[in-house]
């Protein structure tokens, strides 16, 4: 999108300064995963969503929205790696490994305050959708545990997860930057949904991503949902056709070579591909959902980043070699 790079920069730019603390180790354990990298993702959904209006710039307000998704997105990744004991996170040591979980928990909690008081200072309306966010992202994780080592967990349970943990901050990363950006209430709803479906599209990729790809093409270690009992939605359908040989693995933490093994079953299987269709059928849906907005340059972004989504899996995909 014409201009993205810019307001890109300007994220950047507030990012690290939302997370400036007067004690200098807070801002540095803080800052960790910001230097690291990352895709900022939310952030250029919520600049792209405030873009759909025609003629609209890229107000201050609007890169403070997707600043304040950002640092929800950050702080949950803090807390997410203190559970999983994760050792690396984009590609580098992670914020647990290096400091431990109680500074990890803290400089999560920090992010999350910075966020709160960002999204505070752009309304009512904000503060309240982001809140309630982070009481979604809570409850699909809880699901997710709860579920941990499940071999009969269903595909509904899996996408409800799915949905509260990843789909509700695109969902809302897209309605914040349309509020912000002064979009009509209907467009606001629109972006809301696309948002969401884009969400379910991206985390069954991620999902299917852990089966198939590779430590280096993750910046991660791959398997690593089979490792936690995990069951995603590849592995789900592996199971309810498998000859009892992944069945038998599964179901319990997983000892030295069970992962790669569960990892060649569940790809060997037509699960992955099917994968793919589902993650394809949400991708569409959100594209679909745009039609109302009309065909400007940053609904065609965002059109064009969710096709990218499912156009680039190093995997087959049943529409296209049908
Ligand atoms: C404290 C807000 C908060 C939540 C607590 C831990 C937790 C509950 C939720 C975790 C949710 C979680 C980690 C979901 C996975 C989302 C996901 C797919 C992350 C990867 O997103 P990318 O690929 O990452 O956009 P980058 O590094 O590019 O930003």
């Given at each position: 999108?014409p201009?993205?790079?810019h307001?890109m920069?300007?994220?950047?730019?507030?990012?690290?300064?939302?997370?400036?603390?007067?004690?200098?180790?807070?801002?540095?354990?803080?800052?960790?995963?910001?230097?690291?990298?990352g895709?900022?993702?939310?952030p250029?959904?919520?600049?792209?969503?405030?873009?759909?209006?025609?003629?609209?710039?890229?107000t201050?307000?609007?890169?403070?929205?997707?600043?304040?998704v950002e640092?929800?997105?950050?702080?949950?990744?803090?807390?997410?790696d203190?559970?999983?004991?994760?050792?690396?996170?984009?590609?580098?040591?992670?914020?647990?490994?290096?400091?431990?979980?109680?500074?990890?928990?803290l400089?999560?909690?920090?992010?999350?305050a910075?966020?709160?008081?960002?999204?505070?200072g752009?309304?009512?309306?904000?503060?309240?959708l982001?809140a309630?966010t982070?009481?979604?992202?809570?409850e699909?994780?809880?699901?997710?545990?709860?579920?941990a080592?499940?071999?009969?967990?269903?595909?509904?349970?899996?996408?409800?997860?799915?949905?509260?943990?990843?789909?509700?901050?695109?969902?809302?990363?897209?309605r914040?930057?349309?509020?912000?950006?002064?979009?009509?209430?209907?467009?606001?709803?629109?972006?809301t949904?696309?948002?969401?479906?884009?969400?379910?599209?991206?985390q069954v990729?991620?999902?299917?991503?852990d089966v198939?790809a590779?430590?280096?093409?993750?910046?991660?270690p791959?398997?690593h949902?089979?490792?936690?009992?995990?069951?995603?939605l590849?592995?789900?359908?592996?199971?309810?056709?498998?000859?009892?040989?992944?069945?038998?693995l599964?179901?319990h933490?997983l000892?030295?070579?069970e992962?790669?093994?569960?990892r060649a079953?569940?790809?060997?299987?037509?699960?992955?591909?099917?994968?793919?269709r589902?993650?394809r059928?949400?991708?569409?849906q959100?594209?679909?959902?745009?039609?109302?907005?009309g065909?400007g340059?940053?609904?065609?972004?965002?059109?064009?980043?969710?096709?990218?989504l499912?156009?680039?899996?190093?995997?087959?995909d049943?529409?296209?070699?049908?």
């Amino acid at each position: 999108m014409p201009g993205m790079g810019h307001d890109m920069e300007r994220v950047e730019k507030a990012l690290r300064e939302s997370v400036r603390a007067d004690d200098e180790f807070l801002t540095e354990v803080a800052s960790h995963l910001i230097k690291a990298g990352g895709k900022r993702l939310r952030p250029a959904f919520a600049i792209a969503a405030a873009a759909s209006r025609p003629g609209s710039q890229t107000t201050d307000d609007v890169i403070m929205g997707g600043v304040a998704v950002e640092l929800v997105h950050l702080g949950s990744l803090y807390h997410d790696d203190v559970m999983d004991e994760a050792e690396m996170r984009r590609t580098v040591e992670s914020v647990n490994a290096r400091w431990g979980n109680l500074r990890a928990i803290l400089a999560g909690d920090f992010l999350l305050a910075r966020a709160s008081e960002i999204a505070a200072g752009l309304g009512t309306e904000v503060a309240g959708l982001l809140a309630s966010t982070i009481g979604r992202l809570c409850e699909g994780q809880v699901r997710e545990l709860q579920s941990a080592f499940q071999v009969d967990r269903s595909e509904t349970a899996y996408l409800t997860s799915i949905e509260g943990k990843t789909a509700s901050l695109f969902s809302s990363a897209c309605r914040i930057g349309a509020i912000v950006g002064g979009l009509p209430r209907a467009d606001v709803d629109t972006l809301t949904e696309f948002g969401r479906l884009f969400g379910m599209a991206f985390q069954v990729v991620d999902d299917i991503l852990d089966v198939v790809a590779t430590d280096e093409q993750l910046g991660k270690p791959a398997g690593h949902d089979l490792v936690e009992g995990v069951y995603t939605l590849p592995v789900i359908r592996a199971l309810a056709t498998d000859d009892g040989e992944l069945r038998g693995l599964l179901g319990h933490p997983l000892g030295p070579g069970e992962m790669e093994r569960a990892r060649a079953l569940v790809r060997a299987n037509g699960a992955v591909a099917g994968s793919v269709r589902t993650a394809r059928d949400f991708a569409e849906q959100a594209v679909a959902t745009l039609a109302p907005l009309g065909d400007g340059t940053a609904t065609g972004s965002l059109a064009a980043a969710t096709l990218h989504l499912v156009d680039h899996l190093p995997v087959a995909d049943p529409a296209t070699t049908r």
